[in-house]
C-alpha cells in the first residue's frame, strides 16, 4: 500500500527502537554506557562494600539485604564487565572472594560523589558524625566529594585513603551481620 499510493515511509518506522535499559550500552553517551553496566542501586552498594573490604558473598547479603539470586546475577554481571573478579578460597563447594579489578577500583571517585552529595542532600544531621571518616594517607587530610585531596592536591585512590567507621555506623553494619547469622567482626578500613 505504501509502495503503491507513492508514499514516503516515517522515518520514524525505521529509527533503532529503544528495546530495554540492557540496550542503553549501545548508545555513544558515556553516561548512560556507565549506567547499563552500574546504573542500579544494589550494583553501586556492592561497590561500596567491595571499596570497604567486604570479600565474601554471605557478607554482601548481609551489608546489602540482596537476595542471594539477585546477588548473584549482579555478581556475575560486574565480572562479566571486568569490574570484579573473584577467586576461589575453598573446596567442596566452591567458595569465592571477590576483588575489585582495576576498572572497578576506578568508580572510587564515584563513591566519593554519592557520599559527598547524600551527606549533603539525603536528610543526615549536619551535627551527626560522619558514617565514614575518609583520610588520605598521604597528607592526613580529610576527604570529601572531591576526587583529589583537597589538601595537598593528590588523586586520591582506595589504596591512599584509609576509612573509619563511626561508633553508630559501625553498629548498624555489626547488627546486620548478627541479622544475617555472622558472627563476624566488622571490618574497619577500605585497603
Ligand atoms: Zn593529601
Known sequence: MWESSGWILPTVLYAPRFAGWDDVGDT???????LSVIGDRWTMLLIRELLFGTKRFDEFQAQTGMSSHLLSTRLTRLEEEGVVKRTPYQDRPVRYDYRLTEKGKDLFPVILSLRGWGNEWCGLKTSQKPAVRMVHTGCGGEVGA????????????????SSSFSKLFARERTHRNTSFGLEKRVRNNSN
Open 28 to 34: 555513544l553517551c558515556p553516561i548512560a554506557r556507565s
Open 146 to 161: 572531591d576526587p583529589t585531596c583537597t589538601t595537598c592536591g593528590e588523586r586520591l585512590t582506595p589504596k591512599n585513603v
